[in-house]
């Protein structure tokens, strides 16, 4: 396992922190790993231990989460490929790069292969979701915009115990493992559901049908295993891996799987 350091560069809004695992040596195309909204690069970071024994990982935190500065103004997907884009140029790495994201972290990915093809070898997607109006709907419910933080703390308690049912503590996780991820969550204070907005605004389907990029897409028995497989006819170049065996915070429990699953489709 490779060491994951962390640290921070100039961006247009100010800082982006990120992690970053390498092997000396390694002349393989760098892996750009985007996260779920909200939360951090910590999701990745057991994972950049195994992949990182191959190539150059790096896992920022999406502006507004982990420890990156936020955006002036309500972020779209594109403001994010837009930063990141900011933060390979500030790295000084100008070959094309690898990227993996995951939920809000996969629209960001086929945006950035979508705004900027040159800069993009191939994508890895855990789940490509293609909602529809009723989904929409729905998910302004579960994720609404009131404002966590109250003097009573009610906002706060119930967001937890709906995190414990959705991260499938006791049956897959355990509460340690929840609460290392439910604390990133948080990252985002007051501003937490503009990662969300963001999702739900952008026009996923659209977008796929004008990359040409390679693209692996894992599918996790998480909750939008039936949303992303109405992505497959929109790839015109790759494939939705299914996985049953895996839900959420399945970087961390299956991560020497899930290292071989990735390094082996990058390495083709």
Excluded at 147 to 169: H, I, M, S
Aim: proline residues 5%; hydrophobic residues 40%.
């Amino acid at each position: 396992m490779v060491n994951v350091h962390r640290g921070y560069t100039d961006v247009s809004l100010g800082q982006i922190h990120y992690r970053a695992a390498l092997q000396a040596g390694v002349t393989t195309p760098p892996l750009l790993m985007l996260h779920m909204s909200p939360a951090s690069g910590l999701v990745y970071e057991n994972l950049m231990g195994a992949v990182g024994e191959s190539r150059w990982c790096i896992a920022p935190d999406t502006p507004g989460y982990g420890n990156s500065d936020a955006p002036p103004d309500l972020p779209t997907i594109e403001t994010y490929a837009d930063i990141m884009i900011e933060l390979l140029d500030s790295l000084e790495i100008k070959e094309p790069v690898d990227v993996m994201g995951y939920h809000t972290g996969s629209m960001t990915s086929v945006s950035l292969a979508d705004r900027y093809a040159n800069r993009v070898r191939k994508l890895i997607l855990v789940s490509a979701p293609i909602f529809d109006e009723q989904d929409l709907e729905r998910f302004a419910k579960v994720y609404s915009e009131v404002p966590l933080w109250t003097k009573e703390g009610e906002r706060l308690l119930a967001q937890w115990q709906w995190f414990v049912e959705f991260f499938r503590v006791g049956e897959i996780n355990t509460v340690e493992q929840a609460g290392r991820i439910f604390y990133e969550r948080l990252s985002g204070r007051e501003k937490y559901w503009w990662g969300h907005h963001a999702a739900f605004q952008f026009d996923m389907k659209s977008a796929l049908t004008r990359v040409h990029h390679q693209i692996m897409v894992i599918n996790p028995a998480d909750d939008l295993p039936e949303h992303t497989r109405r992505s497959a006819s929109l790839i015109h170049d790759g494939w939705i891996q299914e996985h049953p065996e895996w839900t959420h915070g399945f970087m961390d429990s299956h991560t020497q799987a899930v290292a071989e699953v990735i390094t082996s489709y990058l390495n083709r």
